[in-house]
């Protein structure tokens, strides 16, 4: 809105009431205890991971270690175990990772154990590599038989 010649942007302060809200603040780090607090900050990918998968979220562990970062497990984690918040927050609270997996750390309580890593995770992420690579090699052998590498 316009007001005396200076653009004002107006936000609406409404948050998504889905039930309940975290049972501690995000700049209140220590609160899942010091240990978890040092893990969220020297591994962050890992806890991505330990935190996604004691929640639920995921089933595949390298996947969400790589690929998911803490602004949007913040956003699948609020929806999934209904706490209040909005989108933006979780965009915001991005700057402050540690702070951000440490509350949801804080959370999971007893369900979150660092490395939660079982042989099925390892082998279901390394099996799937092998089985797309042997396909991959038997898919170009099959083309050097036929007499043309086909590009």
């Known amino acids: 809105r316009v007001h005396g010649g200076i653009f004002q942007l107006s936000v609406a302060r409404t948050k998504n009431k889905m ?3 975290f049972g501690a603040p995000w700049y ?3 609160s ?3 240990l978890n607090c ?3 900050y020297a591994c962050p990918c890992l806890a991505v991971a330990d ?3 004691a929640a639920g979220l995921q089933d595949d562990y390298f996947f969400d270690a790589v690929c998911i970062n803490g602004s949007v497990l913040r956003n699948m984690y609020r929806k999934k175990k209904e706490v209040n918040g909005h989108c933006t ?3 915001c609270l991005g700057l402050f990772p540690c702070c ?3 509350q949801m750390i804080q959370d999971l309580g007893a369900d979150f154990k660092i490395l939660n ?3 099925e995770d390892v082998k279901r992420s390394f099996t799937g590599m092998v089985d797309s690579a042997s396909a991959e090699a038997a898919k170009t052998k099959s083309s050097l038989k036929g007499g043309a590498l086909s590009l």
Do not use: E, H, Q
């Open 19 to 21: 039930g309940r809200d």
């Open 28 to 30: 209140n780090c220590c």
């Open 32 to 34: 899942a205890g010091v």
């Open 38 to 40: 040092c893990y969220a």
């Open 51 to 53: 935190i996604s998968k």
């Open 89 to 91: 927050g979780d965009c």
């Open 100 to 102: 951000l997996l440490a």
């Open 117 to 119: 890593l079982s042989k």
